[in-house]
């Protein structure tokens, strides 16, 4: 497991995934949104996260990813990930992996 830098605060507690392109007023190709769900189907289930757990960059961080179409398709990722789980989204709150040790800011936030 690598940590990266995806989503201040959330890097070492959270799998980030890039999609190539915007998605502001487009939506992904079909293709690139069904490999997606297969993706996040594969993560969810090596490390037990439930669908209802997918979320976009913009729900931790002040950013424009993954795009407001991308954004609003998110409630059809974690169904086509729930189907390819073999159930459907529960409500929970998030619970992200915890094996990695945690962020440590690079500097001192302000007081």
């Known amino acids: 497991m690598v940590r990266a830098a995806h989503c201040i605060g959330q890097n070492s507690v959270a799998i980030g995934i890039e999609n190539e392109g915007t998605y502001m007023t487009e939506e992904p190709p079909e293709d690139q949104f069904s490999t997606l769900a297969d993706l996040c189907a594969h993560i969810c289930r090596q490390y037990g996260v439930p669908a209802s757990e997918i979320h976009g960059h913009r729900d931790f961080n002040s950013t424009d ?24 989204p529960p409500v929970s709150l998030p619970r992200w992996p915890t094996n990695l040790p945690l962020d440590r800011p690079s500097r001192k936030p302000p007081a």
């Open 65 to 88: 990813c993954p795009g407001d179409t991308l954004y609003a398709m998110l409630p059809k990722l974690r169904e086509d990930v729930a189907r390819r789980l073999g159930n459907t």
